[in-house]
């Protein structure tokens, strides 16, 4: 009898909508199995598999200001560090080791050196979620066991294969911008964003079909990778993307419990 995994895309501080996500995911009592995730989805999934609600993700990560987020390192090989982010995990999460969490738990990761993408799913929680969650030139990459890891999401914004390995059905969640844009970008950073979106769409896009039931957040779209004070307002929109589709999660729930 296959179970339900989860499966969390990438997508910078979008990736707060994944918590209104698992908000309604908890109310709709969806037995989850699995977790899998990138970059942003890595951290909503990991804090989320180590026990915390989604309300309380949500009032460790919030912040007014995007500067808050950054710590400039400059010099270095991003430009900047994620001591922001460690802190809230080792605050959240202690020195937890993925055997640890209530939920199975995979993060995605890129190896620069191998250029693969790499799934962990064992050893220190907090060094492999930092390292999926690490946007190339913007933050540094993370040195772990002799490699040298990015953000997950620059070879892999969707990892669904650790779930279909499982044969579980799926219910994937993205927040990666795709389909027009509502403006021309006309700033270089805009341009920047677009252009990443777009990248890496095509391949999310293939696995996102793969998916059961498939969460497309498309509020979300018009809020930009570091937009990181907008926490509740994004925490709404996903709760709202996943109550949409209540009765195709309620049938999926069905489908697995017969």
């Known amino acids: ?48 598999a180590a026990g915390l609600s989604p309300e309380t993700i949500l009032e460790k990560v919030r912040t007014k200001s995007v500067f808050d987020v950054f710590k400039l390192a400059l010099g270095k090989s991003g430009l900047s560090e ?11 999460c202690g020195d937890l080791q993925f055997s640890d969490l209530k939920i199975p738990f995979v993060a995605c990761l890129a190896d620069l050196r191998s250029g693969m993408a790499e799934m962990i799913s064992e050893g220190d929680l907090v060094d492999a979620v930092i390292a999926s969650a690490s946007i190339p030139i913007i933050f540094e990459p993370v040195e772990k066991d002799g490699k040298l890891y990015v953000d997950g999401g620059v070879l892999n914004n969707l990892p669904v294969e650790p779930l279909l390995e499982k044969n579980l059905k799926i219910i994937g969640v993205n927040i990666n911008v795709h389909g027009e844009s509502r403006e021309l970008p006309n700033k270089m950073k805009n341009v920047a964003e677009r ?63 017969s």
């Open 1 to 48: 009898m296959a179970g339900i995994g989860l499966c969390l895309s990438g997508g910078g501080a979008r990736g707060l909508a994944h918590l209104g996500v698992l908000k309604a995911l908890d109310e709709l009592e969806v037995p989850i199995e699995m977790i899998s995730g990138t970059s942003a989805g890595a951290i909503a999934g990991s804090m989320y």
């Open 82 to 92: 994620m001591k922001y982010l460690r802190n809230i995990l080792v605050e959240s």
């Open 195 to 257: 252009i990443f979106d777009l990248t890496l769409w095509y391949p999310t896009k293939k696995r996102f079909e793969k998916c059961d039931v498939q969460i497309d957040v498309t509020e979300a779209f018009t809020f930009g990778l570091f937009e990181f004070n907008k926490g509740d307002e994004l925490f709404e929109i996903g709760y709202r993307a996943t109550m949409k589709q209540k009765d195709e999660i309620q049938k999926l729930i069905s489908e697995v419990s």
